[in-house]
Nanobody, 122 residues
Framework: VQLQASGGGLVQAGGSLRLSCATSGGTFGRYAMGWFRQAPGKEREFVAVISWSGYSTSYSDSVKGRFTISRDNAKNILYLLMNSLKPEDTAAYYC????????????????WGQGTLVTVSS
């Protein structure tokens, strides 16, 4: 499975961005899909996950209420809508796929895309 993240950029605090992750080479609808992020000098951290069906989601406390994860299984695309962005959201964002149900640990993901950089200015 190949994953291609896009949609990052520079945005002012309080603004919004929507990240996309296009997938190919596998059956997208069979995998739980997640977003992780990694800021300079920090470890990769969980952001959000959505089940294969799209009916279940989970978010980190730091983004809950501001970010929304969704998926379009017909188009094989994963999304992350980010609202009310803060400077501390600045990071490279990675999409990932897992054969497990609703994992939040990076080690439980088998497929990773390259990062897309999000920079939030104050």
């Amino acid at each position: 499975v190949q994953l291609q993240a896009s949609g990052g950029g520079l945005v002012q605090a309080g603004g919004s961005l929507r990240l996309s992750c296009a997938t190919s080479g596998g059956t997208f609808g069979r995998y739980a899909m997640g977003w992780f992020r990694q800021a300079p000098g920090k470890e990769r951290e969980f952001v959000a996950v959505i089940s294969w069906s799209g009916y279940s989601t989970s978010y980190s406390d730091s983004v809950k209420g501001r970010f929304t994860i969704s998926r379009d299984n017909a188009k094989n695309i994963l999304y992350l809508l980010m609202n009310s962005l803060k400077p501390e959201d600045t990071a490279a964002y990675y999409c990932a796929g897992s054969r497990l149900g609703l994992p939040t640990a990076a080690a439980d993901y088998q497929y990773w895309g390259q990062g897309t950089l999000v920079t939030v200015s104050s």
